[in-house]
């Protein structure tokens, strides 16, 4: 009886010991296995199949929000220039789809605009760079109006020289 119950802890002890430590292994594993294959297939699929909105959650989000009202959780007042609200309609006329996709592609600086703003050519495929184009459409609800006037362009941007 008392060798019972000393042994049995012990050994009930070492088995859910044991146990932990293969889950432990083995949860990081699968979850990583299937994460990664989540992330290729949303991101590595077709012209045709790409999801901007995926793309623009993972990469865009974080700075200008799930909504591209430039509220991510990177976009904090520290920020020297805070990034683009991609729903403020009257910014977002002013600009061409070319427009758009040089500065995803080059980053901020392609275009004299912060280098706050990252460059994802070398990140994202040709097909992820035109459907998130595409997608800033879906977002301000609009259209390229044409080229506005510099007067009017400072109006709703301050920062254009
Ligand atoms: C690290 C933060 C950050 C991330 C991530 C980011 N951006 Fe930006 N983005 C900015 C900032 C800051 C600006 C404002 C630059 C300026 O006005 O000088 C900006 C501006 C823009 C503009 C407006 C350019 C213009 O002509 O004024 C577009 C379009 C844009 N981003 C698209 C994207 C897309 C698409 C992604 C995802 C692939 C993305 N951004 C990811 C920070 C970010």
Redo the contacts with the bound molecule.
Sequence with gaps: MSIQSTIWPARFLSVTVLFCLISLFIFPVASFATSSVLTSSALTSSASKVDAKVV?DH??A???GYEGRADGI?STPD?A????D?TDRNFMIT?SDD??ED??RGG?TR?A??P???P?EHT?TDAEIKS?VAY?RVLCKCEYEGVVSHEKLRGVDP?FK
């Design positions: 623009y990469w865009c974080q700075c200008h990177n920020m220039i805070n990034p683009r991609h600009r427009q758009f500065v995803i901020g275009a605009k912060s706050l703003m990252p994802w994202l998130l800033l920062d």
